[in-house]
């Protein structure tokens, strides 16, 4: 098994969490897989460079987020910006409420992290709703950021995310589904 398929495999499907209905996709087996984790960075990074010219920084959100997007960020040579769960970050930050598919959450940003005009890709391990992604949007285009790009491990299709994203001129591009 090569490339996707094995990503796909190594996707870890949990019926009924962390809620009730949830299908879970956890992605830790594919961490745990070097190959696999260096080969879904290398996709990832396919993309960065197949939409267009490279952003000024990557952003990911807490905690999946990170990983995915904290890698690929130092293998494009860009920087980081880390939008964090409530609480987190030092002042000054600016913050948004949003929903996911199984619940509400905070999330903030250093006002320090980004200048206005920066281009911005945003990075995640997988779109459900789309709730984070576009709650990511908002903080970094209320710093003066552009967003018009975001990259994700897994889209769950029926769950919309692709058209919130879409509907806030936001094109996705997932290497799973
Ligand atoms: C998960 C996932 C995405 C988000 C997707 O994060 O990593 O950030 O949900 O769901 P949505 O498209 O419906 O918004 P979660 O909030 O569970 O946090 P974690 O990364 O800390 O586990
Ligand atoms: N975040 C939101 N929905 C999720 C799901 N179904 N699996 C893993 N993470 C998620």
Redesign the pocket.
Known sequence: MRGPERLQALVHTVPDF?APGVLFRDLSPLLADSASFAHAIELLADQAITAGPLPDLIAG?????FIFGAALAAHLGTGFVPLR?AGKLPPPVIATD??????T?RLEMSALAVQPGQRVLLV????????????GAQLLRHAGATVTEALFVIA?DD?G?HAALLDQGITTTALLA
């Open positions: 962390p959100m807490e905690a999946r987020g769960k949003y929903t996911l598919e199984y619940g959450a995640d391990d997988l779109l459900a709703t789309g709730g984070t992604a576009l709650a769950l769950l995310g």
